[in-house]
């Protein structure tokens, strides 16, 4: 920690305050493989209990420890985001999904799960790609009707155009507290620049894993989204949050922004509009004015109350991941009918993402 601080001019504390914060940083060493097994309810019935148990006896070693040749490391971990597939776990960043709960040794020398995602519902809008489009081919993502929104934006509306469409649908948040998007986008716009967007793809609750069913199997509509959203507001950056535990959605954004780029659909003079705009996928593990002090190399601290406008001088403004993909969908089809995502699992005949009315 000093040798970091040293290096980042910092004092010792602010290198410790990130390490506590951090649940995949230690402080002290771990094994070679770090074995995180989800304890939360939709894996404990399906029998993380047991492959927590059965995992430490064959290692000879309680949760939380090292086993003696310092190989694996187990540890008790919260939900995953991959309630869909319990009991889950990860090794490293690979996903175990299902974790075979008699046996889970298995998985220190197995191959990582690569289940298909499992959707359905009635009208598909938001999940309409997953499973349908190559989430890492933007060839193919573009055969099939992707950038049609990004392009209709830049070429044929204002930013304030597409402002008012955003507003006029009513469109909301995703998170529970139903602010209006369309406001949100309104303030941030109105603010001094330079102006940041992030899209809040960190979920974390046990239960909830639609952003990374979208992450996964669509990342270019969201990247899509999330410019849309810088055009409107005038912004010259955006910012993915990914959750760590998330590698592959990491690598599907990351991917999918570099392909962007080099198709002229992200970076300098966009479509010859003189539009500019980047995107760049992170790592979080905060609330919303902590991904906003992240940004701007500020300590996390939980505030008492939000601030949609930012941290301080960070001018910038955070959507959930499904309201981006949601404003794609406006400005792509002009439908104002926001259907939600459902997710089951659990102890639910069929479990994935439900698009239902
Ligand atoms: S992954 Fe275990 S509860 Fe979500």
Known sequence: ??????ALSVPVADVYGVTEFYEMLYTHPVGGKVFRVCQDAPCALAGADAAMTNLCEWLRIRPGETTPDGHV?????????????????????DRYAPLDSARPEIALNGVPSE????????VKLALSNVGVVDPTRLQDYASQGGLAALRQALLNMTPGRVLEEVKVSK???????????GLKWEFAARNPGPRYVICNADESEPGAFKDRVLMDGDPFRVVEGLTLACYAVGAEKGFIYVRGEHRQGYDRFSGAVRQLKASGYLGENILGTGFKCDCASSF????????SAQLVSRRVNPLISQQQHGAGAFNGFLCSYDAFLKSFLLIDKSGYQFRRIYLTSGHFSEVGGFSLE
Do not use: S
């Open 1 to 6: 920690m000093e040798r970091v601080a040293t």
């Open 73 to 93: 490391t187990v540890e008790p971990v919260r939900c995953l985001g991959l309630c869909d597939r319990a009991p889950a776990a990860l090794i490293n960043l």
């Open 115 to 122: 289940e298909p995602l499992a959707i359905g519902g009635l």
């Open 171 to 181: 469109l909301v948040g995703r998170g529970g507290a139903a602010f209006p998007t």
């Open 284 to 291: 979080p593990f905060a609330d919303d004015e902590g991904r």
